[in-house]
């Protein structure tokens, strides 16, 4: 008998597809534009309020020890109550909480506030992309997810954009670039009502009729028929997704499955998984150390250098850029180089331009060693979101790249505490060395990986 997900594995990439990325990319950029908009409110801030380098520290790592926290809550709760679930629900979270971040009348208030704004953050990647990578069809999965992962640089240039004509038009410009947070509760209603559930996680509860009516609404999408060896539920009455009628759906008692109790759900640490857990815990680590810890203060340390506010604004607008191009090579080579060496070669580039940065003195030689940084750290990024889902079954998926995630969370929260310390040390060239190094140690554990190109998606 085929299963539904071979049958899901075996379709075409149809407008049913699409509107699942697009759906889950949407969520994704504001995820991203959020990110962004506070390495800009950081160097407002230094500015408008006289903060100093460690106040500003503890601004932009205290959304990460939200994100760490919401991270691994996050892949628990998707594995329990669903993908989607989580998804909308994260998406309001930080919606909500970005906007009152809005309001704040000091700096104690905007700390508490992107804490919470954290944890809605950290919760919605690894859920999104397992909900995607659930999805796809398996001759093109890590294309799929890597582009997922892409939607990363809209949102950051959409800050970017903010950050260079909103934030520096007068003192409270800040705080109508962080009320534009509120643009994702208002999609998480989006997300809850439009975009299916995971039918790998419907199975795992037992729900077997609501994951067969998914399947074939899929199926329907790209015109084919469902295998006569399928379960009794009527197909939808047209590829425009037509609701099956509820006796269809009723009949289908028969095909119920019992859900799966909590003892056979595999530890992410058990023998079999804990080389490719360990290895991921590392990648993540060292990537997130780099990225969030240049990226967050980039705008800052280009006003630290002399430049002025509007002009640091436009440099990191410039480099953002680079982010798109470094997302659609890795989607291309994922498939045709395979995940593992994608992400390694990725990584091995970022380290490069990250000394390069270091080195550079000029804004041309700023631009050009940033844009490599941005092409080669993002296409690094998109790899590694597409190769997390497919190193864990079903049951502990979620869970998973989670726990992965979370863990590299804690990176992200050392990162720019550890910034004016190294400023203060050895100045920008030391801060770039040691960015660099992370993304060496993380390039070679990438290559003690698994490669999943082209292999189905555990499901026990």
Same mark, same amino acid.
């Given at each position: 008998?085929?299963?539904?997900?071979?049958?899901?594995?075996?379709?075409?990439?149809?407008?049913?597809?699409?509107?699942?990325?697009?759906?889950?990319?949407?969520?994704?950029?504001?995820?991203?534009?959020? *990110?962004?908009?506070?390495?800009? *409110?950081?160097?407002?801030?230094?500015?408008?309020?006289?903060?100093?380098?460690?106040?500003?520290?503890?601004?932009?790592?205290?959304?990460?020890?939200?994100?760490?926290?919401?991270?691994?809550?996050?892949?628990?709760?998707?594995?329990?109550?669903?993908?989607? #679930?989580?998804?909308?629900?994260?998406?309001?979270?930080?919606?909500?909480?970005?906007?009152?971040?809005?309001?704040?009348?000091?700096?104690?208030?905007?700390?508490?506030?992107?804490?919470?704004? %954290?944890?809605?953050?950290?919760?919605?990647?690894?859920?999104?992309?397992?909900?995607?990578?659930?999805?796809?069809?398996?001759?093109?999965?890590?294309?799929?997810?890597?582009?997922?992962?892409?939607?990363?640089?809209?949102?950051?240039?959409?800050?970017?954009?903010?950050?260079?004509?909103?934030?520096?038009?007068?003192?409270?410009?800040?705080?109508?670039?962080?009320?534009?947070?509120?643009?994702?509760?208002?999609?998480?209603?989006?997300?809850?009502?439009?975009?299916?559930?995971?039918?790998?996680?419907?199975?795992?509860?037992?729900?077997?009729?609501?994951?067969?009516?998914?399947?074939?609404?899929?199926?329907?999408?790209?015109?084919?028929?469902?295998?006569?060896?399928?379960?009794?539920?009527?197909?939808?009455?047209?590829?425009?997704?037509?609701?099956?009628?509820?006796?269809?759906?009723?009949?289908?008692?028969?095909?119920?499955?019992?859900?799966?109790?909590?003892?056979?759900?595999?530890?992410?640490?058990?023998?079999?998984?804990?080389?490719?857990?360990?290895?991921?815990?590392?990648?993540?680590?060292?990537?997130?150390?780099?990225?969030?810890?240049?990226?967050?203060?980039?705008?800052?340390?280009?006003?630290? #250098? %002399?430049?002025?506010?509007?002009?640091?604004?436009?440099?990191?607008?410039?480099?953002?850029?680079? #982010?798109?191009? /470094?997302?659609?090579?890795?989607?291309?080579?994922?498939?045709?180089?395979?995940?593992? *060496?994608?992400?390694?070669?990725?990584?091995? /580039?970022?380290?490069?331009?990250? %000394?390069?940065?270091?080195?550079?003195?000029?804004?041309?030689?700023?631009?050009?060693?940033?844009?490599?940084?941005?092409?080669?750290?993002?296409?690094?990024?998109?790899?590694?979101?597409?190769?997390?889902?497919?190193?864990?079954?079903?049951?502990?998926?979620?869970?998973?790249?989670?726990?992965?995630?979370?863990?590299?969370?804690?990176?992200?929260?050392?990162?720019?505490?550890?910034?004016?310390?190294?400023?203060?040390?050895?100045?920008?060239?030391?801060?770039?060395?040691?960015?660099?190094?992370?993304?060496?140690?993380?390039?070679?554990?990438?290559?003690?990986?698994?490669?999943?190109?082209?292999?189905?998606?555990?499901?026990?």
């Amino acid at each position: 008998m085929t299963t539904r997900t071979e049958r899901l594995d075996g379709l075409p990439f149809t407008r049913k597809h699409r509107r699942l990325l697009l759906g889950s990319g949407v969520g994704w950029a504001l995820d991203a534009m959020d *990110v962004g908009l506070i390495s800009f *409110v950081m160097a407002a801030l230094a500015v408008h309020w006289a903060l100093t380098p460690t106040e500003l520290s503890w601004i932009g790592s205290i959304g990460f020890v939200g994100m760490a926290i919401g991270a691994a809550l996050g892949g628990l709760l998707a594995d329990r109550i669903g993908r989607r #679930q989580v998804f909308a629900a994260t998406l309001l979270v930080y919606g909500l909480a970005t906007g009152a971040a809005a309001l704040s009348t000091g700096i104690a208030v905007l700390i508490v506030l992107r804490f919470i704004v %954290g944890l809605g953050l950290g919760a919605e990647l690894p859920v999104a992309s397992t909900l995607v990578s659930e999805f796809a069809p398996r001759r093109i999965r890590g294309r799929v997810v890597v582009i997922l992962e892409g939607f990363w640089a809209v949102g950051w240039i959409m800050a970017a954009l903010i950050g260079y004509f909103v934030v520096p038009t007068g003192d409270d410009g800040w705080r109508w670039a962080l009320a534009v947070g509120l643009v994702p509760a208002a999609y998480a209603l989006v997300i809850r009502f439009g975009l299916p559930e995971s039918v790998r996680f419907l199975e795992s509860k037992g729900r077997v009729d609501e994951a067969e009516r998914i399947v074939r609404e899929y199926e329907a999408s790209a015109g084919v028929e469902p295998p006569a060896d399928s379960t009794g539920v009527e197909p939808p009455a047209d590829s425009a997704g037509v609701e099956p009628p509820a006796a269809a759906i009723d009949g289908a008692a028969t095909d119920r499955l019992e859900p799966v109790e909590e003892s056979a759900r595999e530890s992410i640490w058990s023998p079999r998984l804990r080389r490719r857990t360990g290895a991921l815990w590392i990648v993540w680590f060292g990537i997130n150390f780099s990225y969030y810890g240049a990226f967050i203060w980039l705008p800052s340390l280009l006003v630290s #250098q %002399g430049f002025d506010l509007v002009r640091s604004f436009g440099y990191t607008l410039i480099i953002t850029l680079a #982010q798109l191009p /470094g997302y659609a090579v890795a989607a291309w080579l994922i498939e045709v180089w395979g995940r593992r *060496v994608t992400l390694a070669v990725f990584l091995s /580039g970022s380290a490069v331009a990250a %000394g390069l940065f270091g080195l550079a003195g000029s804004p041309t030689t700023i631009i050009a060693a940033g844009m490599a940084l941005s092409f080669f750290n993002l296409g690094a990024w998109g790899a590694l979101y597409a190769i997390g889902p497919e190193l864990y079954p079903t049951r502990t998926r979620g869970s998973g790249t989670g726990a992965a995630a979370a863990f590299g969370r804690i990176a992200s929260i050392i990162a720019p505490l550890l910034v004016p310390v190294m400023l203060g040390a050895g100045g920008t060239a030391m801060v770039f060395g040691v960015f660099a190094a992370a993304f060496v140690v993380a390039a070679l554990a990438a290559f003690t990986l698994p490669e999943r190109k082209g292999v189905a998606l555990e499901e026990t």
